[in-house]
T-cell receptor, first 109, second 117 residues
């Protein structure tokens, strides 16, 4: 089993739709979780940290389920500009971050 | 605030040449990471430093790769001799640890797009 697994997609959704991505991790001792966004030929950029109680930032909601070892990202009211690859990141051993391979999202007009 | 600065942005060179990539982390960050990204393998951690000391270099593919961090504001990743399979985007990232169990996210530079002919 991979340390961090994501559905590669692509997810093709119409503008205005709600879309959700899941990411599973294998190490139950993992302590920190993040979602990054990466546009084509650009660097990964932090989208949001994921807290145990769940957190929201505008149209984006992140949740953590430690019992089942997965994190999720929900995007509401999708915009064309949301088209990108979304990377799940898990802190595995102290200060070593494991990146998932990413989920591609394409929002269609 | 200035982000992570990498140079050069693009590098095209012939097989066998030495390649040096440079990185300036965000001021005050005490962790620095080097990554390589390809379509086939995704984002791979090559090495990371804490307070200028290499902590984990298990991701460095082979002896042709070496990295140094002579001070808190500068790091290099060197490939000698370079091979076509080294072609990739190389990212540098930095972060700062806050607390014993609260890990800060990493901030990435724009990357160096390396092509070895």
């Amino acid at each position: 089993r991979k340390e961090v697994e994501q559905d590669p997609g692509p997810f093709n959704v119409p503008e205005g739709a709600t879309v959700a991505f899941n990411c599973t991790y294998s190490n139950s001792a993992s302590q920190s979780f993040f979602w990054y966004r990466q546009d084509c030929r650009k660097e990964p950029k932090l989208l949001m940290s994921v807290y145990s109680s769940g957190n929201e930032d505008g149209r984006f909601t992140a949740q953590l389920n430690r019992a089942s070892q997965y994190i999720s990202l929900l995007i509401r009211d999708s915009k064309l500009s949301d088209s990108a690859t979304y990377l799940c990141v898990v802190n595995d051993i102290p200060y070593k971050y494991i990146f998932g391979t990413g989920t591609r999202l394409k929002v269609l007009a | 605030d200035a982000g992570v600065i990498q140079s050069p942005r693009h590098e095209v060179t012939e097989m066998g040449q030495e390649v040096t990539l440079r990185c300036k982390p965000i001021s005050g960050h005490d962790y620095l990471f080097w990554y390589r990204q390809t379509m086939m393998r995704g984002l791979e951690l090559l090495i990371y430093f804490n307070n200028n000391v290499p902590i984990d270099d298990s991701g460095m593919p082979e002896d042709r790769f070496s990295a140094k961090m002579p001070n808190a504001s500068f790091s290099t990743l060197k490939i000698q001799p370079s091979e076509p399979r080294d072609s990739a985007v190389y990212f540098c990232a930095s972060s700062k640890l806050r607390g014993a169990d609260h890990y800060q996210p990493q901030h990435f530079g724009d990357g160096t797009r390396l092509s070895i002919l």
